[in-house]
């Protein structure tokens, strides 16, 4: 089945040690997202990629990188977590309608444990 | 700016009652809507959409109707079950400002049986 994998699903980093997760597709849309929720809040977009066009959120802290290094995959790097960075993470993905992004469709999201 | 609101939670139903979920959004171009559910743990899950006015949206029992006259996508479900506890997110999709979606704030639901 077609479908968007984050891993790991837990993940536990300890103040200031960098960290990645990773999202992969098999829907091969042209769009992905990362976001950050936290307590059943509104998902929070981070960034996106519109094929190898990156777009970043305006308030989205520079501790916060992405990478996509092909259409498949896509990695969020978080350079020196704080606590107040532990959150689920969801990564989605989305095609491309009348040159619009369509349905965006979500990963299981990563938990990750700032200790 | 666009913007998603919804009915404040929690909302607590027993098991065989009709569940609606409020929304309304405020949008400047000609959205899509959607409905998300998450479960607990889980990422969201489309449960379902409507890209114009005086479209349904149904998939499980659940379904919105698109109203452009009063601004709303409002979630209705005739019988709820205890599998339908979780947390509903409405959003819409602006046409006119690209790819990214603007989300509600989420109704949790629990359905006791």
């Known amino acids: 089945d077609a479908m968007v994998i984050q891993n790991p699903r837990y993940q536990v980093t300890q103040f200031g040690k960098p960290v990645t997760l990773s999202c992969s597709q098999t829907?091969?849309?042209?769009?992905m997202y990362w976001y950050q929720q936290k307590s059943s809040q509104a998902p929070k977009l981070l960034f996106h990629y519109y094929d190898k066009d990156f777009n970043n959120e305006a308030d989205t802290p520079d501790n916060f990188q992405s990478r996509r290094p092909n259409t498949s995959f896509c990695f969020l790097d978080i350079r020196s977590p704080g606590l107040g960075d532990a959150a689920m993470y969801l990564c989605?993905?989305?095609?491309?309608?009348?040159?619009?992004?369509?349905?965006?469709?979500f990963g299981p999201g990563t938990r990750l444990t700032v200790l | 700016g666009d913007s998603v609101t919804q009915m404040e939670g929690p909302v607590t139903l027993s098991e065989e009652a009709f569940l609606t979920i409020n929304c309304t959004y405020t949008?400047?171009?000609?959205?899509?809507l959607f409905w998300y559910v998450q479960y607990p743990g889980e990422g969201l899950q489309l449960l379902l959409k409507?890209?114009?006015?005086?479209d349904k949206g149904s998939n499980k029992g659940f379904e919105a109707t698109y109203r452009k006259e009063t601004t709303s996508f409002h979630l209705e479900k005739g019988s709820v079950q205890v599998s339908d506890s979780a947390v509903y997110f409405c959003a819409l999709s602006d046409r006119s400002y690209g790819q990214n979606f603007v989300f509600g704030p989420g109704t949790r639901l629990s359905v006791l049986p």
């Open positions: 989605a993905t989305s095609g491309i309608q009348g040159g619009v992004a369509d349905t965006q469709y």
């Open positions: 949008a400047t171009g000609y959205p899509s």
């Open positions: 829907l091969n849309h042209n769009v």
């Open positions: 409507a890209t114009k006015a005086d």
